[in-house]
Structure formats: structure tokens, C-alpha cells
């Protein structure tokens, strides 16, 4: 069984451009979180998607934002990129809200 | 809020010992806690999970408790080994409010050959 895939999986991009990022969860599971991970903050919970609907959303800027499809794949986007966004991006999937989360292994991005 | 604490923030043991992490959290107010594992420059790996109603889960040479009522958990590893090598989070899934994992920021453990 698949488990959770993030693409891609490293990325440059300087100050002020965007990125979206993509998450495929384990076959059958509908709930997917993202977290930005850094030395300094540790893990942080930026949004949880759940069947489509935003249900949870960290206490981060705007210009994070998130998406989830029919298929329970999602997507999140930065916008205006910071110096302070190089971080790296971590989805969780899992089969309902409250269950067992299972990670992917991340995307790595790096602003300039 | 939520705070979870991870005391201490680096270990090193030699091969063979028993060792214990640790996990504090300020609100006992919790659905469970879940302990994972990271390697460098990887995700994280679910190791165990406890639901509030439990008092201890296991799994090979890993036993996690959990004692709600003072916000304590603690991952008990037997006969630790070079491969135990990683950095070790806990996060605790808060009953009300915002639903959201709240993580630890982690114990790196090296165990020394």
C-alpha cells in the first residue's frame, strides 16, 4: 500500500514569487494536514482539509492557503514568498479526523 | 492552549541501555497522543498511540504511557540499538477548541555503538 506522497520533493524560489505544493494521501483516507516544520519553531499545524471543507487552519498569514480535491489529494499555496517561508512542508493523512496521522516525507523549500 | 514540552532536547546512550523520553502537555484535555519518530531529512513515523483512555500502548522494544492527569507520557526503549538513532516527537490531539496536533519539539537520540 502506497503511503503518503509530496511533490516535489525540494524547491528554490526567491522573495515574492509562489508555490504550490501537492499531497497524495494513502488510498482510502480523506483527511489530510499540512505542517511547516523549522529548527527554530519546531512543527507547526498550518490547515486541516477533511471530504473538501477547511477544518482547522493555523495561525498562519493569508498567503498560506490550501485546497483539497474529490479525490482527497490536496494542494497548498504560498504567495509572496519570504525569506522566513524556507521551511520544510509536511502532509499528513490520515482516515478521519482524530485518527492515526501518516506522513509523507516532505518537501524542502528554499527561498533566495 | 495547548503547550507540549519534551525534556531533554538531545540524548546519547550506548548501545544496549533502557532509556526513557519524556513528554509533559498543560492541558489534560485530550482525544490521544501519539509518539513518532524522524530521521533526517525525512517525515515523520508513527511509532505509538494512546487513546485518552488508555494507559499504556506497546510495540516491539517501545512502550509508551500515559498518566493524563499529570500530562505526562513517557516512550520507554528496551535495549536500545544504533538504528534507534533518530529524533523523537510526541503530539497530543486536543479535546474542544481548535482540533489540531500540538507537537513537542523533540528529543534527538544517538545511540552509540
Known amino acids: 500500500k502506497a503511503g503518503v506522497t509530496q511533490t516535489p520533493r525540494y524547491l528554490i524560489k526567491t522573495r515574492g514569487q509562489q508555490v504550490t505544493l501537492s499531497c497524495s494521501p494513502i488510498?482510502?483516507?480523506?483527511?489530510v494536514s499540512w505542517y511547516q516544520q523549522t529548527p527554530g519553531q519546531g512543527l507547526q499545524f498550518l490547515f486541516e482539509y477533511f471530504s473538501e471543507t477547511q477544518r482547522n487552519k493555523g495561525n498562519f498569514p493569508g498567503r498560506f492557503s490550501g485546497r483539497q480535491f474529490s479525490n482527497s489529494r490536496s494542494e497548498m499555496n504560498v504567495s509572496t514568498l519570504e525569506l522566513g517561508d524556507s521551511a520544510l512542508y509536511l502532509c499528513a493523512s490520515s482516515f478521519a479526523p482524530r485518527e492515526p496521522q501518516h506522513f509523507g516525507d516532505g518537501t524542502r523549500l528554499s527561498i533566495l | 492552549k495547548q503547550e507540549v514540552t519534551q525534556i531533554p532536547a538531545a540524548l546519547s546512550v550506548p548501545e544496549g541501555e533502557n532509556l526513557v523520553l519524556n513528554c509533559s502537555f498543560t492541558?489534560?484535555?485530550?482525544?490521544?497522543l501519539q509518539w513518532f519518530r524522524q530521521d533526517p531529512g525525512k517525515g515523520l513515523t508513527s511509532l505509538l498511540l494512546?487513546?485518552?483512555?488508555?494507559r499504556e500502548q506497546t510495540s516491539g522494544r517501545l512502550n509508551a504511557s500515559l498518566d493524563k492527569s499529570s500530562g505526562r507520557s513517557t516512550l520507554y526503549i528496551a535495549a536500545s540499538q544504533p538504528g534507534d538513532s533518530a529524533t523523537y516527537l510526541c503530539?497530543?490531539?486536543?479535546?474542544?477548541?481548535?482540533?489540531?496536533?500540538?507537537f513537542g519539539k523533540g528529543t534527538k537520540l544517538t545511540v552509540n555503538p
Open positions: 494512546i487513546q485518552s483512555s488508555q
Open positions: 503530539a497530543v490531539y486536543p479535546q474542544g477548541g481548535s482540533e489540531k496536533l500540538v
Open positions: 488510498s482510502g483516507h480523506r483527511s
Open positions: 492541558d489534560s484535555a485530550i482525544y490521544n
